[in-house]
């Protein structure tokens, strides 16, 4: 009986360690999670890296609604141009912020869309190192 109760002690200590040997600066370390048209962010989360040739016609590529959200895009570069087409000629929205509080997202490029970002009625909204060049303007 001694020996089972030492066996959940150490197994408890050790899931002790291992959770606090996964956080950074006071926060869980989170998987990161590829973007795709059509998605919604309604809470905190990092983007895998990469480049992301994604459209999703009339409707923004990504939508965030919520609040306190942080997005780390990680890098990660939108491109809604077909390739080789021209800057008249972009078409959609890569970002959708619709209502909130307190939302920040950082380290994304969004090129290649008639409109890289787009926020309605949000406070709280704050932006780092994004680079929204080369989208939509007339020829």
């Known amino acids: 009986m001694m020996g089972f109760q ?9 899931s002790l360690l291992l959770t606090i040997g ?28 990469g480049n992301y040739p994604l459209t999703n016609g009339e409707a923004p590529v990504i ?14 570069v939108l491109d809604g141009a077909a390739p080789g087409s021209l800057p008249d000629s972009f078409r959609g929205t890569a970002i959708n912020i619709t209502g909130g509080h307190n ?9 290649g869309y008639k409109v890289a970002l787009m926020a309605k009625e ?5 932006i780092e190192q994004c680079d929204f060049s080369y989208n939509y303007r007339q020829h």
């Open 6 to 14: 030492l066996k959940q002690v150490g197994v408890k200590i050790f």
């Open 22 to 49: 996964t956080m950074v600066n006071g926060t869980a370390q989170s998987q990161t999670v590829p973007l795709t048209a059509g998605m919604k962010i309604t809470s905190s989360l990092t983007i895998t890296p």
């Open 103 to 111: 939302i920040t997202f950082r380290h994304l490029s969004a090129k």
């Open 63 to 76: 939508s965030i609604e919520g609040d306190n959200i942080i997005v780390d895009f990680n890098q990660a």
């Open 122 to 126: 949000v406070s709280g909204l704050v």
